[in-house]
């Protein structure tokens, strides 16, 4: 059969084809709303919405967000303060900020720690999401202090220059995981906020694929330094002239970005002090990377000045025991009163040099977010919280090492979760609660898991075995790979490439390539330059090695307990950390109420408005998204308990009790019956009905406050009047008295006249008679 799809014919097997409903066409905000849910219908959907810029589409309480590879509208300050708002969520299309507001919400109603989880693979736009809703967060919660919420933002861009580079599939990638947490007051106030880093590509600061590239921060400090700055740090005139940044593309200007690094820094509350330090480790592992060794029977480097010289400068070390240090390794004898040093070979040196650079890039990268944590922590922490989790995306390259075995083996593990907390659990409670429910089937990736972790015969487990043979290398481990799990379902091998093995992960078959795997997972560093940068006089380089100068102590007793307990946790390989990392990381989501975002890439080119149908849809299928409609079609998307929902809502009825017959009675006249159920012992409640019952909520508390008003209102007229007459009262009161006061006053000066009048009448008469008797006495 031939269709026409836009100007092109397709020949296609009819019976591929199938009938569709035409309301399964329409543009849905919301996935479960589809009435024919299949692949097709789900894709054509998602494709449309994206053609038109709508890049987010609702699966229940989950958001699938597609990259757009360009800025649009909907992520503007104007269409924020929608959300921000008191206009009710159906109204307003499927966003990002929904999906935080909502996870505020309920932290403030429930008071639960919530957990925002951002997957999808390298270049769908984690990173991006992840600072849309943190910023959201930082606006919607107002009352919070101007200072704290600017560090909270600022960041960003610290994180994104000293962990983010760009690889085949993302000119940002992130080359480590990193969950934000942020902590609010029971009013919703953010208080602080801490970060928590996991594990940091170390080996992108000495080596990258063609086409990729060192960390942005490199390149912001060569292309952004002015004329003093590049005196200061030793810098050279361009990324050319420096061997660990020559290697892949220049195409991404960040001229501005070295600006905006030195910016945030100082809206965090770095001191200068702290900045200079920073800086001059940064300039001291590109000319690290410089040096150059020569000879072939003793190792001599090559460029000491200006090179070395200017290195030593800026770490503030002794050159002479810089290049001891690179070109040779110090054992001690039986005793431990001798000493002598073995000249290192060629490969050896240079691999004493990158291990060297890798170990300050990690320990700087670890004191900044230590840093930040200490700038942004609250006097005391709160017990709720919002978590946003921007961990690296699922990669496939063509050349697979020990980092994508553990970024992959971490989207494993997210994912085994989000299977769990999705299927299992929600399916499981389903039944305890006595629900009428057919179990529906998803795809588990448990068997996945137990390959790479399980004890003894797990991979992980078996590299680290081989890590602690004295003799041990890649190609005998390859070898233990294949004779113990030759047989497991999900791993693969070929004995025409001896050194690849492949593991089939849910988002397709990775194979591995395992040359370099021992020695990126020992991640050892030689003690004669943890002891050389230990006694620095660069405070920051000095407290980056502290533990390793306390393992060099010349007190004797003490320096073979301590150094005992620095060779004890350097057998703690990497994977052991980064497995101990992503159990405590599960088990703190798993306290937390979660919300999902799955970010999907539309191309594998990065390119805008070139969506590629069966490379979405392939991510659709690998992430579960398909079964997850399935089951948020058929369940519930909210739930609580018979308690708990009466405390919240008894204000809408007055007659309602704590009972299951009271409160079905009550929910039958309210929803339709498709939309919630009552169990044993919670209520069940699909999406939109749980939005409905809030809104009735807000109308009865509005008439509480409204009547609270009138109370209020009519309390206050009556106080108004009392205060008045009252008043009234006192100043008739004072006008009596001061009309009698004045009464009596014009009394008594009425009194003092005629007393006056009176005497001055005696006067007259006692003069006349005087006169009189004078006259008399003459005659």
């Known amino acids: ?32 709303k589809l009435d024919d849910l299949c692949e097709p219908t789900v894709l054509y959907n998602l494709l449309q919405r994206y053609k038109q810029n709508m890049i ?72 991006e999401a992840t600072k849309i809703m943190l ?33 085949l599939k993302n000119n940002n990638s992130s080359r480590f995981g990193k969950l934000i947490k942020i902590n609010f007051s029971s009013t919703g106030i953010i208080e602080g906020a801490t970060i928590n880093s996991y594990l940091l590509e170390s080996t992108r600061v000495v080596y990258q694929a063609p086409e990729e590239r060192n960390y942005h921060i490199f390149y912001a400090l060569i292309n952004g330094a002015n004329e003093s700055m590049r005196k200061r740090y030793r810098l050279k005139g361009s990324t050319q002239d420096y061997h660990y940044l020559s290697h892949g593309s220049m195409s991404i200007p960040e001229s501005d970005d070295l600006h905006l690094v030195l910016n945030s820094f100082v809206k965090i509350g770095f001191s200068n002090e702290q900045i200079d330090q920073i800086l001059k480790l940064l300039s001291g592992i590109l000319l690290l990377g410089n ?52 000249p290192l070979t060629m490969e050896q040196a240079i691999e004493n040099r990158d291990a060297m650079a890798k170990s300050i890039y990690t320990r700087l990268f670890d004191y900044i977010i230590s840093q930040l944590n200490l700038k942004l922590s609250s006097k ?10 921007d961990i690296y995306g699922f990669e496939i390259f063509q050349k697979n090492s020990l980092e994508q075995f553990c970024i992959n083996y971490a989207n494993e593990k997210l994912h085994e979760q989000f299977n769990e907390n999705m299927f299992k659990v929600e399916q499981a409670e389903y039944s305890r609660e006595g629900i009428p429910w057919q179990t529906l089937s998803f795809t588990d990736n448990k068997e996945c898991i137990n390959l790479i972790e399980k004890p003894i015969t797990g991979i992980i487990s078996l590299l680290n075995e081989e890590c602690q043979i004295p003799q041990g290398s890649d190609s005998h481990f390859v070898r233990r790979l294949y004779e113990s799990l030759s047989k497991h379902p999900f791993f693969g091998y070929s004995l025409r490439t001896p050194n690849l093995f492949e593991v089939k992960h849910f988002a397709g078959t990775v194979p591995y390539d395992v040359d370099g795997f021992l020695n990126k997972n020992k991640n050892t560093l030689n003690a004669d330059i943890a002891k050389l940068l230990s006694a620095s006089s660069l405070p920051l380089i000095r407290e980056l090695f502290f533990t390793e100068e306390k393992g060099e102590s010349t007190d004797l007793p003490r320096k073979r307990v301590e150094r005992k307990k620095v060779e004890q946790s350097s057998k703690i390989s990497v994977c052991q950390s980064f497995r101990k990392d992503l159990e405590n990381l599960c088990s703190l989501l798993q306290t937390a109420n979660r919300h999902y975002v799955r970010c999907i890439k539309p191309n594998p080119h990065k390119e805008p408005n070139n969506p590629i149908p069966a490379y979405i849809l ?37 007659q309602m009790e704590q009972t299951k017959e009271s409160i079905s009675e009550y929910l039958s006249q309210l929803l339709n019956d498709e939309e919630w159920v009552i169990g044993n012992t919670k209520i069940f409640f699909r999406s939109t009905a749980i939005q409905q019952l809030e809104d009735l909520r807000v109308v009865a508390f509005r008439k509480i406050i409204i009547n609270c008003q009138k109370f209020v209102r009519r309390f206050i007229s009556t106080q108004i009047f009392s205060e008045k007459r009252q008043r009234l009262n006192a100043i008739y009161c004072l006008q009596k008295y001061v009309r009698a006061l004045n009464a009596q006053l014009e009394l008594d000066k009425e009194k003092e006249r005629i007393e006056e009048e009176k005497r001055r ?13 004078e006259r008399r006495r003459e005659e």
């Not at 009938?19 to 996935?31: I, N, Y």
């Not at 206009?87 to 720690?113: M, W």
């Not at 005391?380 to 989790?389: E, G, K, V, Y």
């Not at 519930?636 to 405390?647: A, D, L, T, V, W």
Request: proline share 4%; aromatic share 6%.
């Open 135 to 167: 910023k959201f967060l930082t606006v919607i919660s107002h009352n919070s202090g101007k200072e704290i919420a600017e560090a909270l933002l600022a960041t960003n861009p610290i994180l994104e220059a000293f962990g983010n580079a760009k690889t």
């Open 380 to 389: 005391d922490p709160p017990n709720t919280w919002i978590s946003i989790l």
């Open 618 to 654: 392939q991510q659709l299928l690998s992430n579960g998204v398909i079964e997850t409609i399935a089951l948020r079609k058929a369940g519930y998307s909210n739930k609580m308990s018979i308690e708990s929902f009466y405390h919240r809502y008894a204000i809408l009825n007055e």
């Open 56 to 127: 987010y589409t609702y699966v229940g309480p989950i958001i699938i967000s597609i990259n757009p590879f360009q800025k649009i509208a909907s992520c503007r300050n104007e269409v924020l303060e929608d959300y921000i708002g008191d206009v009710p969520p159906e109204q307003l299309p499927p966003h990002l900020y929904a999906l935080a507001k909502n996870a505020f919400e309920s932290l403030l109603r429930d008071g639960i720690p919530q957990a925002i989880i951002i997957s999808g693979e390298s270049g769908s736009g984690k990173t």
């Open 1 to 32: 059969m031939t269709i026409t799809v836009g100007e092109r014919e397709v020949v296609v097997n009819s019976v591929d084809l199938r009938a569709v409903d035409e309301a399964s066409l329409q543009l849905l905000d919301d996935l479960i």
């Open 761 to 773: 009448e005696e006067e007259r008469l006692a003069e006349e008679r005087r006169i009189e008797e």
């Open 291 to 342: 040096i150059e060794f020569q000879g072939a029977e003793k190792v001599e480097i090559r460029n000491k000045v200006p090179t070395l010289d200017h290195l030593c400068e800026l770490l503030m070390v002794s050159s002479r025991s810089m290049e001891e240090a690179l070109i040779s390794k110090k054992f001690v004898g039986g005793g431990r009163t001798t000493s002598y040093s073995i």
